[in-house]
DNA sequence: TTGTAAGCGTTATCAA
DNA sequence: TTGATAACGCTTACAA
């Protein structure tokens, strides 16, 4: 007990035994062990988080930062990557509840009816991510993918582009692309322009992608005039097969893409975009968790963190 | 004791066991708590990594490769992020130890003196990845560093460039860098050609960085006919700066980089680059500490993955 | 300030 | 096939 105390709270103990006992941990390589700790104090530094993917830039912007706040606070961070199928987050939830995790970052809002039974089942405190949802389940961090599709789109609208064509990952099974096109459809409507269906286009993730849909919506009969690529790398495989074609842009089309990948600012031209708070997802997310594991919030939180426009000469 | 057995070795216990166990189970949403199994076994299935920054995608593609395998393995994985500081790694190895991860991958291959000890006190089976170092802790898991240096740097000569420019991030506290450069001296000798300090140069990472070598190159009273881009995405900054500059490639200057991203194949011209085993690092890596684990294996083992040179219209 | 006793929820071992 | 007992290495609660 004498050695405990002097281990967690070296206050506790007289300067002598501290001494002795940091002399006898030198001397034995003693390393304690966390997993009887936690199994008698019924409490663990460790937070689980789940994603769909850890190869995506977008993500691991946002693990960087849950990565950064955790270690500040000396918890320890166990990831599970669930190829976007929800059986497998449900599997990796289950998994994170038997190792007693203290907190859960999940990193969108759909989930199994196992896995929500499960944690609310646990009391263990949850932060989701992908979009501000109506019903979480706990506490959420994000910004409005609405909003931000919204204000993109009325930005070209404002520019003076008519035929604004759009581009986004497939919605079916996809909150945020749902969200997004809701936002364009607002916005399009708030400009007084037409809607036109044929504007609209859902593809696979990926450059190649990005290129198809800008041929496709500009070799249209009606052409789109500029073009919001609201997804992974799309714009920068539209803006990369411009530069083959010998395409203007902005001039025979404009281009705008969703998320602030370094690479947008240094393309020829370089493309207007918004500047998501990726990082600072991370970094809330951890904080608001930390701040209700260790008693100092209680009851629903939901962040709503800013998004803003980053204008350059692709528009 | 017979719950216990229902639940891990179902097959050990009476099928009439069995179903009153699932049932009970279910009716009370109970969760194993594996804290207290591996208090009890002396075994976890938690393996810990420790990368120098997660939001990089030559780092994250291994981190993939790694969860894959372990997933499917039925173990977990906890992840540090050290911000390429040894004193971090320290901290972050000792806190795997303290939680009896049941093996450890180490990005590199420098370590703190305190660390090392720890490690081999522990007795933790450990995987190295940075290269492939003659002195491994324990076993590496990489592709040669300098092999593929010089596999590209005799390729450009080959293509009849004679005054081949060499760019990488600093190399002192960089073994990364060093067996590459090492690498580019090699070729350049075995090519004949002769070595010009003034060719080679160190860059911190980054895109503005790979540019403004470009030009320091190019701009040389004796300037580069090609330039090899041995890390980050220097080459990527340098290609949209010729860009940018209207400089032919590879009429001007040839270009090269040591790492596959994606983007390098979609530039104009796409970019000669190495192939290398990103993905399968973390997949091999977690192989075989699974097979240590889990006694398949004893012994030092050191695999050395095959990189390969794709070559494109930059050279 | 230091020490004693009990208990956390499993698994290992041995017995029935 | 099932069960009883001890032990894993800590923390909690209480006593000295």
Redesign the interface.
């Given at each position: 007990m004498t050695v405990s105390r002097a281990l967690t709270d070296p206050a506790k103990v007289s300067p002598d035994v501290r001494a002795r006992v940091a002399e006898a941990v030198r001397k034995v390589?003693y390393?304690?062990?966390?997993?009887?700790g936690?199994?008698s104090s019924s409490r663990?530094k460790?937070i689980g988080l789940v994603v769909p993917?850890?190869?995506?830039?977008l993500f691991?912007?946002t693990?960087?930062g849950i990565?950064?706040v955790l270690?500040r606070h000396d918890h320890?961070?166990?990831?599970?990557?669930s190829g976007y199928s929800l059986e497998?987050e449900e599997a990796a939830i289950?998994?994170?509840?038997?190792?007693?995790v203290a907190g859960l970052i999940l990193h969108d809002t759909t989930h199994t009816p196992d896995a929500i039974?499960?944690i609310q089942?646990?009391g263990v405190p949850v932060v989701e991510n992908g979009t501000l949802t109506p019903e979480p389940l706990d506490m959420v961090v994000s910004y409005s993918n609405e909003d931000a599709a919204q204000a993109m789109t009325l930005h070209l609208a404002r520019l003076g582009y008519r035929r604004i064509g759009f581009v986004s990952l497939p919605a079916a099974d996809n909150a945020r692309s749902r969200d997004r096109q809701r936002g364009y459809r607002a916005a399009v409507e708030q400009a007084g322009l037409p809607f036109d269906a044929g504007l609209v286009l859902e593809m696979p993730p990926g450059?190649a992608s990005g290129a198809e849909a800008l041929v496709r919506l500009v070799g249209h009969d009606a052409p789109a005039d500029a073009i919001f690529f609201a997804g992974d790398?799309l714009a920068?495989?539209a803006s990369?097969e411009c530069?083959?074609r010998g395409w203007a842009v902005p001039q025979k089309v404009a281009l705008a893409a969703f998320d602030n990948f370094?690479?947008l600012g240094?393309?020829?031209p370089p493309v207007t975009t918004l500047r998501l708070p990726r990082?600072e997802i991370g970094r809330r997310s951890a904080e608001v968790l930390l701040d209700r594991i260790e008693g100092r919030s209680a009851g629903v939180v939901a962040v709503d963190l800013r998004f803003e426009i980053i204008h350059r000469a692709s528009t």
């Open positions: 390589g390393v304690a062990n966390k997993l009887a936690s199994l663990t460790v993917s850890i190869d995506n830039s691991s912007a693990i960087q990565s950064d270690r320890q961070l166990m990831i599970a990557s497998a289950r998994a994170f509840l038997e190792q007693r039974r499960m089942h646990s450059l790398v920068m495989g990369l530069a083959r370094d690479l240094h393309l020829v990082l």
